[in-house]
T-cell receptor, first 111, second 114 residues
Framework: DVKVTQSSRYLVKRTGEKVFLECVQDMDHENMFWYRQDPGLGLRLIYFSYDVKMKEKGDIPEGYSVSREKKERFSLILESASTNQTSMYLC??????????FGQGTRLTVV | AQSVSQHNHHVILSEAASLELGCNYSYGGTVNLFWYVQYPGQHLQLLLKYFSGDPLVKGIKGFEAEFIKSKFSFNLRKPSVQWSDTAEYFCAVNADNAGNMLTFGGGTRLMVKP
C-alpha cells in the first residue's frame, strides 16, 4: 500500500515561530503537494514539487516555503507563524498517471 | 488556470435516497478528474477517477460519476445512500496544461439521516 506519512497529527505553535511540517512517501512518486484545508474552502494548494529541488507555487504560497532535498521527503516551512495559518495541512503524492495519495494531516494551531 | 466548482456545500438526505453531487471545472482541454471522500476523522480516500475512455466511471462503495465534456461536468451519483456515506466529498481536476497540479473544489458535506 502507498503510504504518505506526516510527522505530526497535532501541533501548537506560538506566533512568530518558525514551523516545519514534514512529509514522507514510500512509493517513489515524482510529485508531492502541500494543501491546507479550511471549512467551506476545500483544499487549497500551497506548493507542489515535481522533482527533487524543484518546486512551484500553488494558489496560496504567501507566508510559506518548501524544501525537497530527497525524492521521498517534502517539507513545508512557515517562516513566521501567524494565527491565520491555523489550519489542517495535508500532504499528498502522485505519479502523473495516478491519483494523489494523502497523509493523515497535521492540525496546526498558532496561538 | 484550472478551477473546480462544487455548487452544493451541504446536502442532507435520508437513507435510501438517491444522491447527485455537482462538479464543474473550467478548462476546455484534456482533463483527468477525481472524486475523493473524507469520512469524519479520516484522511482523504479516492472514490473514483477518470483519465480516458468510457465517460461513465464506477468507483468504490456503489458510487459512479459521468464525465460530460460539453458541460465541463463530472457529477457524482449513488442510487441509494446509507448512513455510512456521511462524509465530505471533494472533486478534483488535473488539466493537461497545468502540469502536475491537482486542483480541488470546495467540498460538499453530506449528511445521511438514518
Amino acid at each position: 500500500d502507498v503510504k504518505v506519512t506526516q510527522s505530526s497529527r497535532y501541533l501548537v505553535k506560538r506566533t512568530g515561530e518558525k514551523v516545519f511540517l514534514e512529509c514522507v512517501q514510500d512509493m517513489d512518486h515524482e510529485n508531492m503537494f502541500w494543501y491546507r484545508q479550511d471549512p467551506g474552502l476545500g483544499l487549497r494548494l500551497i506548493y507542489f514539487s515535481y522533482d527533487v529541488k524543484m518546486k512551484e507555487k500553488g494558489d496560496i504560497p504567501e507566508g510559506y516555503s518548501v524544501s525537497r532535498e530527497k525524492k521521498e521527503r517534502f517539507s513545508l516551512i512557515l517562516e513566521s507563524a501567524s494565527t491565520n495559518q491555523t489550519s489542517m495541512y495535508l500532504c499528498a503524492s502522485r505519479k502523473l498517471t495516478t491519483e494523489a495519495f494523502f497523509g493523515q494531516g497535521t492540525r496546526l494551531t498558532v496561538v | 488556470a484550472q478551477s473546480v466548482s462544487q455548487h452544493n456545500h451541504h446536502v442532507i438526505l435520508s437513507e435510501a435516497a438517491s444522491l447527485e453531487l455537482g462538479c464543474n471545472y473550467s478548462y476546455g482541454g484534456t482533463v483527468n478528474l477525481f472524486w475523493y471522500v473524507q469520512y469524519p476523522g479520516q484522511h482523504l480516500q479516492l472514490l473514483l477517477k477518470y483519465f480516458s475512455g468510457d465517460p461513465l466511471v464506477k468507483g468504490i462503495k456503489g458510487f459512479e460519476a459521468e464525465f460530460i465534456k460539453s458541460k465541463f461536468s463530472f457529477n457524482l451519483r449513488k442510487p441509494s445512500v446509507q448512513w455510512s456515506d456521511t462524509a465530505e466529498y471533494f472533486c478534483a481536476v488535473n488539466a493537461d496544461n497545468a502540469g502536475n497540479m491537482l486542483t480541488f473544489g470546495g467540498g460538499t458535506r453530506l449528511m445521511v439521516k438514518p
